[in-house]
């Protein structure tokens, strides 16, 4: 042609970001784009909600998103600043239910059909919904809005409250915070839609516009602006509806005292309350509200919530635990945030300290309960403490303190929950009552002392002597002693963990007291250990022999070798150039009428003597009899006086005789009690009791049991063999010709599991000891002729034990075991037995129905039950221990079960029976061969209220 046309050729232009990146989604707002490669040219335009055939908007764009097949929904003129910036007005966009109602990618075209590359979306601000929906008049509620694309989140948000009827509004200044709700659309992990909470706090309502009424309601609206400065154009197009109300009037509540385990239904009496999907209870700031039901509007129903006192053990508190003397107020909220609090204060009581935390099986232990409010329980009638499942009469005895008598036990469980109760709900504060054995024996070191009193030593054979948790009596103020003719009680002082002090006091003369231990400060033992009050001077020890075992005519008696004794007594100083003219240069002994050579021992402060060689007369003296000893410190004067109190005692007893030992035998490795039966054993302060196990080795010590046995611990031997075991009174004389034979074994039985079984044979049974992992072909003997075979497993070698068959037995007894390991014969440690037992019977149990909750104790009867600990009950599939009174009678405790209705079953390792083959299962004429598990009864109503002394009157219980 003729004519020249200009063709301008250009970059493709580049989006890099918009401002501000969030306008309200009403529109006709001015955004300015930037970016680079802008021209001014005529068609220049902002175009929106654009996508091309290689993404869409459900994507999230990469950094640069090509402009090639882009296409654009909505276009918008737009004025070009500059090569990197232009500005246009924004569209309005409808709120839809998709994924890109409110983000817009935004590009830019400068002549109306290509468009620029993009990496910017445009957000659309509204808000969506608010919490809570409704506020009480007098303002100050926090309302949480929840807000779409409200990106730039500042101090110049707004609220906008009104109320049309009243022509009331009211601009407030809001804040914002980022929030963790998620997108209806999201899907995957991708999400172009931002939620955060714009917050305003509700003005109050001006009390001369309007008079709400208990139940009403005044409809308001609320609209958010993303600038406070602009609020009208940067407003929100939804309106979200808010409600103003009355607030509520707390009275009182029913009942004004509970259980801090929770769970107890307060009735709530006041005005004003409404029924909002956030109404709410509280008792403390730093517990967590319930969630309330409404009733009326002078009416609610909460659950008491758990309390958590600072020193609880109940579930669920380990943390964020209160004060035990904390105020409770209990306060009511119609909207989660502002409560009404009310004019009475709520009391929740606990249970905190149990004191003494433990005592003996047969119960009757006085405990005192301490915890808040505990005194309350006076105000109602019958306050009671249980004790896992037992319950027992409470009296209140002083300010949040109860006092109880604990109940006798059936079983040996140890830990038991103590709850206290008020209209039938206890607590679950699981503070600890420990049950335990009566008292174990116990022996004193020394078991006499001088009139001037001592230390006294208490050996325990239990390590019973405290709880659960060593050097922990049950009681916090420590174990006591008590001793007979003195008052009050005598603090000790914990050596070890089968072993206390305490210091006796002085006496005025001779005399046996009585010592009597507790450990709970409650309980005491009831059989008391002797501690002898003697003179002065004392002698250790403080008995020889004088005779042989059997010996009986005294003018027979071979005389004694003789006893090494120290003399003590109060002043004794021996000064050898102090000794009289022409007496002894020594110290000398006086023992009866005989004297002899003594030396000065300086360290204790005291004479050593050897006693003569004495005869018993056989014309009148008894089997002990006792002789004074005296003694002098100058080699002239003896220390007897008028009144005698500077004359110790020493008594001359004949060499105890040995019967039998029990066991014995003994791994080599020792560490067993055994125990010597015979005749002429006695105890008394100053003797020594002492076991040999054969001539060559150490005395180890023993104790007196009675005039006819005493104990000792076998001592560790380094290869087996047989000794001979001798005992001595006095740690001194041991008469070997009379001792008895013990044997110290390679490998030893210590128990076995089970230790019963049928007669008919076939029980497997698992021996436990010392070294029975030696392979071999092990066997096992029960009695004289029952031999089984064995294997062994080897745990590590030499350990391990044995895993028999028992054979069949011809009769009902209980037998000894031994075992035989490889080709040599063994024999265990006699109190090793096997009891054969014949087929038992099952007649009737009672009573037949219990609490799901357990602790029934369930009266069975039957035929030929064993006396093992083996012999248990079941209940269905869950087991209980039994408690044997004779062959026909057992007691069980039924356990916790939710199946309405389960077999009894009795059952050792051999044989078991259940109530399907009872033979007097009967009631009430009809047969019942199951326990029934029921609910709680629950008494609600008892009418008439009063009765006539005359009695007659009919009563009707209504309960559940």
Known sequence: SDTNQTILFYGIPEVLAIEPASVPRQ???????????????????????????????????????????????????????????????????????????????????????QFSVVNAPLFYFDIVSLSPPSAPNVGGTMLDIVSLNSLNISSTMSCLFMIPTLNFSVTVNGTGKQSTLQPWWKSDSQNLHHFDIIQCTTPAIPSNLTSLGATEYLPGILRASLDANNAAEYQSMIQLNVQFYQPSVVHGIVPSIASAAGGSHLIVKGLNFKSTPLLRCSLHPNMAPTVASFINSTAIQCPAPKVCFNGTRMLGCESNTILA?????????????????????????????????????????????????LHSMGQVANPQCRFKNIETTATVIGINQLRCSTPRRIDPEELVEVRITHDQIFTADRQRYFYHSEYPFFRLRPIGLPLSGGTVIVELDSSELYGPNEFVPYHPQGMLIRMSNFSGNFPVTALDRTRISFVAPSAVYPWQAQIFVSYNRYDYTASPVILNYQWTTLVEPSGG?????????????????????????ENFEFDSNQMVSGGSNVPRCKVGSMIVDGTWDSIRKGVRCRTPQVIADAAGQALNFDLFVEVSLNGADFTQSASAPNRGKFTMYKQPCVYDVFPKASPMGGGDWVTVVGKDFFQQ??????????????????????????????????????????????????????????????????????????????????????????????QIRLGPEIVGNCSTVTTAYPDGYLVCEVPPSQSIQEVSVAVRMGLTAKNSAFGNSFLFHGDFEFFDFTPKAGLREGGTVVTITGKDFPNRRELSCLFGAVQSSSVFINSGLILCNAPSRSNPQVQVQVTTTGQTVDSTTCTQCFFEGSRLDFFTYYGQAIMTQVAPRALSRAGGTILTVRGL
């Open 325 to 373: 003397n904390t105020s409770l107020q209990l306060s009511v909220s119609m909207n989660a945030q502002q409560f009404t609090t009310a004019s009475v204060p709520f009391l929740s009581f606990a249970v905190l300290d149990v004191l003494p935390s433990g005592g003996i099986f047969s119960g009757s232990t006085v405990v005192t309960i301490s915890g808040p409010q």
């Open 545 to 569: 022999v004088y005779g042989q075992c059997d010996k009986f005519d005294f003018s027979s008696l071979h005389p004694g070798d003789g006893t090494d004794i120290l003399v003590l007594g």
């Open 27 to 113: 529109g006709n707002l001015t955004i300015t784009v930037l970016g680079r490669g802008f021209r001014a040219l005529q068609n220049a335009a902002c175009a929106f909600n654009c996508s091309s055939n290689t993404f869409s908007p459900r994507q999230i764009w990469p950094d640069v998103a090509s402009a090639q097949n882009l296409r654009c929904v909505l276009q918008s003129p737009a004025t070009v600043l500059s090569d990197g910036q232009l500005t246009c007005l924004t569209p309005s966009v409808e709120l839809l239910n998709s994924e890109m109602d409110l983000v817009h990618w935004v590009s830019v075209t400068l002549e109306g059909t």
């Open 685 to 778: 302060a100053g003797l020594l009791p002492k076991c040999k196990f054969g001539q060559d080795s150490a005395a180890v010590d023993g104790e007196i049991l009675s005039t006819t046995s005493m104990r000792c611990i076998s001592p560790s031997r380094t290869s087996p063999g047989t000794v001979r075991l001798a005992v001595s009174l006095n740690g001194q004389q041991f008469d070997f010709s009379d001792g008895y034979s013990f044997d110290f074994h390679y490998f030893f039985i210590r128990s076995l599991e089970p230790a019963l079984g049928n007669k008919r044979g076939g029980t497997i049974i698992t021996v436990s000891g010392i070294n029975l992992g030696t392979p071999g072909f092990p």
